[in-house]
T-cell receptor
Framework: GQSLEQPSEVTAVEGAIVQINCTYQ??????LSWYQQHDGGAPTFLSY????GLEETGRFSSFLSRSDSYGYLLLQELQMKDSASYFC??????????FGKGTMLLVSP | NAGVMQNPRHLVRRRGQEARLRCSPM?????VYWYRQLPEEGLKFMVY????????ESGMPKERFSAEFPKEGPSILRIQQVVRGDSAAYFC?????????????FGQGTRLTVV
């Protein structure tokens, strides 16, 4: 089977940096994706790592270590609008995704 | 370029009725995926379809659930004889042909409530 573990909740203040970790146990692993979801709305794609290392996209960065079955999402210069749920998801081939249960990020002033 | 369109946004059904959820993928996308999300949970994969083909239905319950993606028209997720446990948000996602992208584009979801 496949499973991904991530913290259920993280809190931080505006302007801070926060890291959301994700460990996975999957078969047929192609890469790790991260999605953001506001208030149960449409999940939106943030990043994808197929290879080990860091991928940077503006204020968000994502890291993958295949040997450790571990990844993280790094959010910098936090803003109130970043309060949302963040999901790591394992890609198995095409775009079929196995999601973690999500991390709720609460950003306070 | 319209995104992934799902309708209805909200659907209320009595136990034993049928629910039909529709999904129109983004223009140019030929792959459709259905996911189910319970409150406070992640999305659970149900089925992956291409036009007129079911590629992977390993996440679909064996009974009462079916999905199709006809040559013309939207993809349909059909739930027969709904029960209270079917209440959830059902999300559809689409992606371009294989190899073009690993990003899945999600619709706003259909919230099914079974009363």
């Amino acid at each position: 089977g496949q499973s991904l573990e991530q913290p259920s909740e993280v809190t931080a203040v505006e302007g801070a940096i926060v890291q959301i970790n994700c460990t996975y146990q999957t078969s047929g692993f192609y890469g790790l994706s991260w999605y953001q979801q506001h208030d149960g709305g449409a999940p939106t794609f943030l990043s994808y790592n197929a290879l080990d290392g860091l991928e940077e996209t503006g204020r968000f960065s994502s890291f993958l270590s295949r040997s450790d079955s571990y990844g993280y999402l790094l959010l910098q210069e936090l803003q109130m609008k970043d309060s949302a749920s963040y999901f790591c998801a394992a890609n198995s081939g095409y775009s079929t995704l196995t999601f973690g249960k999500g991390t709720m990020l609460l950003v306070s002033p | 370029n319209a995104g992934v369109m799902q309708n209805p946004r909200h659907l209320v059904r009595r136990r034993g009725q049928e629910a039909r959820l529709r999904c129109s993928p983004m223009k140019g996308h030929s792959h459709v995926y259905w996911y189910r999300q319970l409150p406070e949970e992640g999305l659970k994969f149900m089925v992956y379809l291409q036009k007129e083909n079911i590629i992977d239905e390993s996440g679909m319950p064996k009974e009462r659930f079916s999905a199709e993606f006809p040559k013309e028209g939207p993809s349909i997720l059909r739930i027969q004889q709904v029960v209270r446990g079917d209440s959830a948000a059902y999300f559809c996602a689409s992606s371009p042909p294989s190899g073009a992208s690993t990003e899945a584009f999600f619709g706003q979801g259909t919230r099914l409530t079974v009363v």
